[in-house]
C-alpha cells in the first residue's frame, strides 16, 4: 500500500493481516504462518530469553528516532512497566536527568535498583516534583507508557516539550484543551509498533549495550504458564487486579 511504500510499515492499510501477535494470531497461537519478511536471524550473543524482547526493544527505538533525544533533556517516563523500563536505559545513557513514575511496590524497586528516581503518584504530586528535579523547568521530554496519564504528561512538560504518548489503553479518553498546546507549544508525537527498526533492536542487544538483567525476573516452564498472570497482578479465577511481583516473565517450551 502507498504507506508501506513510504516506510510506514506501522500505519499499513491491510495491518489486520501482517500485525502477527497484535492483530492476529502470534505467540499464543498453536500454528502461526510468519511472513518471510517478518523473520530474523538472531546472532549467537543473543539467547533465546532476550531474543523474546527484540520485537519490544523495537517499538521503543521507534519511539527513540522519533523523539531525538538529546544530552540536556530532562526526561520523565510515566509508568515503569517494560517498556517504561527500556525507555529509561536510552534515557539513562543520553539525557541530563531522568525521573519516573510508578505505583507498583515492586516495580519501584527495580526502578531504584537501576538507579533511577522514582517517584508514586499516589503518595506526591508528581508535578511539583518533577518542576523541582528540574529547577522550575518541568520535563523536555515527557514518555506516556501506562495508557492513561497523558493528562498528567501534558501538566509536567516544558514549553516547547514533547509528549510521546506510547501507552495503549482504548478505553481511556482524555480531555485536552488545545489553547494550552498552541500557547505553549507542545509537541505531541503519535508512532505505532516498530518501524522498520527490528535489525537495529537485535543490534543493540548483540552489543550488551543495555542493562537487562533486572528486566526478567523468571523463566518458567510452559505449563507453569498460568501462574505468570498472578505474579502480573491478574487472578485468573476472579480477574481482580492485586500488586505486581514481576517486571517481565518468559515461558519456555
Known amino acids: 500500500c502507498s504507506f508501506c511504500r513510504m516506510g510506514l510499515t506501522s500505519q499499513c492499510v491491510d ?3 501482517s500485525a502477527l501477535g497484535v492483530m492476529r494470531d502470534g505467540g499464543y497461537a498453536e500454528y502461526c504462518l510468519v511472513p518471510e519478511k517478518q523473520c530474523f536471524v538472531l546472532p549467537d550473543e543473543i539467547d533465546d530469553v532476550l531474543g523474546t524482547q527484540v520485537e519490544t526493544l523495537a517499538t521503543v527505538v521507534n519511539g527513540m528516532n522519533t523523539l531525538l533525544m538529546l544530552p540536556y533533556d530532562y526526561v520523565m517516563i510515566l509508568g515503569f512497566g517494560p517498556i517504561g523500563y527500556l525507555f529509561a536505559q536510552f534515557a539513562k545513557n543520553i539525557a541530563a536527568k531522568v525521573a ?3 505505583i507498583d511496590p ?3 524497586n527495580v526502578a531504584k535498583e537501576c538507579g533511577l528516581t522514582v517517584w508514586n503518584p499516589n503518595e506526591v504530586d508528581v508535578v511539583e516534583k518533577i518542576t523541582e528535579f528540574t529547577y522550575g523547568r518541568k520535563a523536555d521530554i515527557v514518555i506516556e507508557a501506562t495508557g492513561n496519564a497523558l493528562w498528567q504528561a501534558l501538566q509536567c512538560v516544558t514549553p516547547g516539550g ?3 504518548p506510547f501507552g495503549m489503553d482504548s478505553s481511556v479518553q482524555t480531555t485536552i484543551v488545545p489553547n494550552e498546546i498552541t500557547r505553549w507549544a507542545t509537541k ?4 505505532y509498533l516498530g518501524q522498520n527498526t527490528m535489525v ?4 543493540l542487544f548483540q552489543e550488551n549495550r543495555l542493562n ?4 526478567f525476573t ?5 505449563e507453569e504458564g498460568l501462574s505468570a498472570f498472578d505474579c502480573l497482578g491478574l487472578d485468573i479465577n476472579t480477574m481482580t487486579h492485586h500488586p505486581k511481583s514481576a517486571m517481565k516473565i518468559v515461558m519456555k517450551v
Open 100 to 102: 519516573v513514575t510508578e
Open 15 to 17: 495491518i489486520k493481516t
Open 218 to 222: 523468571k523463566v518458567i516452564p510452559l
Open 106 to 108: 515492586f516495580r519501584i
Open 212 to 215: 537487562m538483567k533486572p528486566f
Open 188 to 191: 505531541i508525537l503519535g508512532l
Open 162 to 164: 514533547k509528549v510521546l
Open 200 to 203: 537495529p533492536s537485535i543490534r
